[in-house]
């Protein structure tokens, strides 16, 4: 039985951490499968995934082969055959759109030869670039119903609960990705008429003329004269209608896909997974990834549906891990609040071998996402292979920098993943169950991020937003709290719900000139119930229709004076600073910043409210400069906000806990050198206070008050446990040596620690406890107990 429960995968009652690999059965010849899979569970992985293309099964219309009776790399019964004798689990993902680099995205060539009607039109009528079908077209839902009656009835009686191996089951695939990136919506004909009716629901006849600014009497004929070339009058309110009934639109088309999979015996949880990391140059960044999350915001309230990140982020590094924080917030902020934070296309590789991505990109990124309470990840790719039947748009090899290369050998990074997978598989129960603690929380708007379509007349708009979210957020706020060491999460600021004031007593907004009032009048409430809002880099004055509205400027009660590009600033004791732009204001009272000029105009403040209270910082400014990360410190501080460790050393560390004083301590070094720090936490120094050194571009997951089994307990330790074996009278660990000297407290009333070469073992001051040093220049050490 599988459950979706408190963050985390119950299978048969037990917490799982899903620890996957991409391995596409369908580029590897059908006699090496089995020793693959083998090769995968080496590295502690528990989970294979795999694309089951259409297009590759259902070679002509109307001939299906899913049992390799065409070609043996078609035998998709045998495959999951294997992986059910294997002991794994499986995440299945028959599309209909796969992606992959496969001809046509998944979807067969002869669907889109065949049925040109069906396939998204751009705006003056002709196919859309990327050959995206029209996704509710009758005819292409006709096909995929016929699809899904086969590769159905192949993947239900492997289901878990038939005791099969397939746990999970993804319904299309990166769904919006191919409208975003070519700025093409779809124009077809069917999904207009979709659009209209979308419109009819939304405004009554006079409404819509009212806010259209026309005297059409048919919301079909305005759409016909006005959808493919907007007059300026009308077009801030047709991309904003139109981007949200896109959204509406996904939905509507994967709750199809759902339900198709459920009528035909699909009863494990569904996955809907988010695109949007992109590549500039040799570089990867994640901050259009919130595109992908706005354009799929609902489709994740489809009931039993979780989202699931691909996040591909490159070789990972201080200035760009904050997009993986980001990225693992915004998608916690609007998914089911049940699931596990899930990457079902966890970077294990990429397309080409350029550029090539270091070992430790791979091992920082898995512990600075299970940091952040991931519970769930796939990597994509773990296993290379080639194309069969010409499939392949970027030729026969598919090698993806893959752990496994197509001839079975390992890179580097296999140990690597190996590492992490067999610490995971020790503390399983415990970590799945361990929270994220966080010091803070911002304001994740959707809407903000609703930029995948524009015109001539609303690009300015368009550009001016994606300029001030990049400043502010990514490489602005989010990264001086977080190099701060002050954590955080975020919430939806559409969701309809209040903000609970004693779950978040301080709010980080960011914010352009425009916001809706929906959003602005929960800011006002939020404050009037004694939040304190963090607001930044300007008051709102319009609606995303680019409409006068200044609701939240009224209530604040102070008068903007003006604006002015560049420029330096004096804010929260920090001179002399650079600034992108400044919003002033008319405030005497609660000064919190002026521009460095003669006339020193106030460009921050804070002012009680209602029962609540607003600091008002109006400077759009980067985080480019290390002199500015006592500014968002002294920020935080003035909402009584401040990171909850002390270190030594400059270290990204972050604390999952579980139960009441059970923590797990992770540290990351994203820079080029070896570290050493103490750690506090919450005011306590822990580890005794011992130094713990931090491997140049690695990390370590420390335990602390942390069970490994009924019988004994780890008050803490300096490394890595990777393996524990048990008998009837004895236990073992193996520990991965990092520190000059290895030191680990246990706590035990049947298990005593047995006296070894490079082991030092003396009774601790409580009792039944005892500290285990190690001093080794091997790589593993193993210490014995037994039981007394």
Known sequence: MIEVKDECIMINGEEVILYGAELHYFRVPRDLWRERIRQVKEAGINMVSTYVPWIFHEYEEGNTDLTGETLPERDLVSFLELIKEEGLYCLVRPGPYVMAEIVDHGVPTWFIENYPQAVAKTKDGKIHPTRVVSYLHENYLEKVNLWYDKVCEVISPFQADQGGPVILFQIDNEVGMFHWVTNTGDYNDVTLHQFEHFLNNKYTLSTFQEKFNTTHTSVWEFLKENIREPQKIHSHRLRYDYSLFMRNHYRNYLKYVRDLAKDKGITVPFIVNIHGFHTIDLLKRGSLYPIGISQLLEAAKLEGVMVAGDYYIGNIEYDSFIDI????????????????????????????????????????????????????????????????????????????????????????????????????????????????????????????YMTEFYDKHTELMIKEIEKERDINLYNGAARGLRLNNITFDAIDMMDENEIDVDDIPVLWMFATKWMDESVQRKLITYLENGGHLVLFPVMPVKTMNNEPCSLLKDFIGVRVTGTKEGGFVDVFGVDNVKVDGMEFYDVSEGVLGWEE????????????????????????????????????????????????FLLSDEVDVSVRSFSHKGLFVFLNNFDEYEKKTTVSYLGELLFEGNEIKVPFRGGLMLPVNIPLSDELLIKYGTGEIVKMQQGNEWLTLTVKVVQKEEIFVFESKNYIPMQQNDLTIVEGELRHSFKVSISSSQEYETVLFVKQ
């Open 325 to 448: 924080v980001l990225a693992n917030a915004f998608t916690k902020a609007i998914q089911w609040k049940k699931q596990p934070l899930f990457s079902a296309e966890f970077q294990g590789g990429t397309i080409p071998d350029k550029p090539r991505l270091q070992p430790t990109t791979y091992d920082l990124t898995t512990r600075l996402c299970f940091a952040n309470g991931m519970n769930a990840a796939n990597y994509y790719m773990f296993v290379g292979g080639e194309n069969y039947e010409g499939i392949g748009i970027l030729g026969r090899r598919h090698g993806w920098q893959a752990p496994l290369t197509m001839h079975g050998e390992k890179k580097p990074h296999f140990q690597k993943i190996q590492h992490l997978g067999e610490m995971f598989r020790v503390f399983e129960k415990q970590l799945a169950s361990a929270k994220q603690q966080v010091n803070t929380h911002l304001g994740f708007y959707p809407d903000y």
């Open 597 to 644: 000029s003669d006339d020193k105009q106030v460009i921050a403040f804070e002012k009680p409210i209602a029962k609540g209270k607003v600091m008002m910082v109006g400077v759009s400014m980067e985080n480019d400069y290390e002199y500015k990360n006592e500014i968002y410190r002294q920020m935080a501080a003035k909402t009584n906000v401040k990171s909850s």
